[in-house]
């Protein structure tokens, strides 16, 4: 994904596996104003994998107006529909303090090679050439995609018509 951000964009890159402080290098990093946060790893509902965000942590984030947009590349983190939780998704977009200014979730089970595929259309069609707004770019990375589940249930939290920075 790395290659795909402009040169003329910082990069930073939060690994669990190699960052015991992963958590809140994370929330730091959301605090201190990014244009684009991607996740990709297992998740549910309202986590990522092992702690990493959830929706319990929004409350952590005082990013104000410097809010990032979340790709999220996990199962059901955009599954605002459920009556019993709230998923990350619509968590972090209706963070009161900062957040997120949308989000790309999915709102049930896919496989992770059709979400790799999803991933690298929706970076390279906001970051491609063309100033796409948010929308243009979710509707081109669907377009990229043969898998069904995957096209059906990306969704996305959050106006359309935003362009990132």
């Excluded at 459920?82 to 968590?91: C, E, H, I, M, W």
Aim: charged share 10%.
């Amino acid at each position: 994904m790395q290659a795909l951000i402009p040169g003329t964009q910082t990069v930073s890159v939060i690994s669990q596996g190699n960052d015991a402080n992963a958590h809140s290098d994370l929330v730091t990093a959301l605090n201190a104003g990014q244009s684009l946060v991607n996740f990709a790893g297992h998740g549910s509902d309202e986590v990522w994998a092992d702690g990493l965000l959830s929706s319990s942590d929004v409350g952590l984030l005082t990013n104000g107006s410097q809010t990032p947009f979340l790709i999220s590349m996990t199962c059901l983190n955009g599954y605002f529909q459920d009556v019993y939780t709230v998923s990350l998704a619509k968590s972090i977009v209706l963070a009161p303090s900062g957040g997120a200014v949308a989000a790309w979730a999915s709102s049930g089970l896919t496989d992770s090679a059709g979400q790799s595929t999803l991933n690298q259309a929706m970076v390279s069609a906001l970051y491609g050439g063309q100033s796409l707004t948010i929308g243009e770019a979710a509707a081109a990375a669907k377009k990229a995609v043969s898998n069904l589940d995957i096209r059906r249930t990306w969704i996305l939290l959050g106006d359309p018509a935003t362009k990132l920075q």
